[in-house]
């Protein structure tokens, strides 16, 4: 269907169509094969649906149920297999000792996984504070320096 009502048919059917595009669309199933018969395919698709019961029927349920309750007849109480027990501790054995013994070192990229980092906070925090002190002391730094030129010229006129 290549006739643009895809969408106007489906709210037709289920009777969601205002009064206009409901008459719009009555107009064009009197040219429109292809949407004459997906409305006669939902009318009948919903039929069939009502027709079905949606309970499955005794015989069904009878078979899910003994087939569901075959596999412990017999049985009572816990269950335990040693066998699988023991298979399951010894792979867990297994995989620990392969875990254990498999010799890998840490990856250098995993910085975050060791003492290093707090290192590098600790570093980068120093680092921070002495900046800081610095930009405080900044009006005293030319002062600073021209009495150590003042001196150094000093030095040199009584080495000289």
């Known amino acids: 269907m290549n006739c643009g009502y895809g969408e106007k048919l489906v709210l037709y059917f289920y ?6 595009m409901r008459a719009d669309f009555e107009s064009h199933l ?3 094969a292809s949407c004459r018969g997906e409305i006669a395919a939902l009318e009948s698709a919903g039929r069939w649906l ?10 069904v349920l009878d078979a899910v149920l003994t087939g569901a309750g075959a596999p412990a007849a017999g049985r009572s109480g816990f269950f335990f297999r040693w066998g699988d ?3 399951a501790g010894a792979m867990a054995g297994v995989m620990a000792g392969i875990f254990a013994f498999s010799g890998l070192q840490p990856r250098a ?5 060791s003492g290093l980092d707090q290192g590098l906070d600790s570093v980068e925090y120093s680092l921070y504070q002495a900046q800081s002190g610095a930009s405080q002391q900044s009006a005293d730094w030319d ?8 001196e150094v010229a000093n030095c040199g ?3 000289g």
């Open 50 to 59: 009502d027709s079905v019961s949606g309970e499955p029927s005794g015989a």
């Open 30 to 32: 009197l040219s429109c």
């Open 109 to 113: 990229d995993l910085a975050w996984n």
């Open 85 to 87: 027990a023991l298979l």
């Open 15 to 20: 009777g969601e169509a205002d009064a206009g």
């Open 157 to 159: 006129q009584t080495l």
């Open 143 to 150: 002062y600073g320096y021209s009495a150590l030129e003042d």
